[in-house]
Nanobody
Framework: QVQLVESGGGLVQAGGSLRLSCAAS????????MAWFRQAPGKEREFVAV????????SYAASVKGRFTISRDNGKNTVYLQMNSLRSEDTAVYFCAADQDSGVLRTIKSAYDYWGQGTQVTVSS
């Protein structure tokens, strides 16, 4: 059974930083494309960042590029999202997602087979 468990969310002031973690089990993590999405109240779930299995290739949404960094540790079956210079518009529930089959970095929700339960990030202005 595949499980993705996010942690690290919380309340932070604008300009601050948070580091999210997503611990994976039950899948071939070292060969999986891993991504972060987020969903703000009343909005669609949107792509944030994605990383390939070797960490050599990453991609970011324009709204977070230069402020967020995705990384992974295949030895720990964990993917991270370092979020710096946080803004109020970054407030959302953040989800990690896994695609263990395609090997292709994609930004659409339907490409991902497995999802975590989400972790709340609230940025106060």
């Amino acid at each position: 059974q595949v499980q993705l468990v996010e942690s690290g969310g919380g309340l932070v002031q604008a300009g601050g930083s948070l580091r999210l973690s997503c611990a994976a089990s039950g899948l071939t993590f070292s060969r999986s494309v891993m991504a972060w999405f987020r969903q703000a109240p009343g909005k669609e779930r949107e792509f944030v960042a994605v990383i390939n299995w070797s960490s050599r290739v990453t991609s970011y949404a324009a709204s977070v590029k230069g402020r967020f960094t995705i990384s992974r540790d295949n030895g720990k079956n964990t993917v991270y999202l370092q979020m710096n210079s946080l803004r109020s518009e970054d407030t959302a529930v953040y989800f990690c997602a896994a695609d263990q089959d395609s090997g292709v970095l994609r930004t659409i929700k339907s490409a991902y087979d497995y999802w975590g339960q989400g972790t709340q990030v609230t940025v106060s202005s």
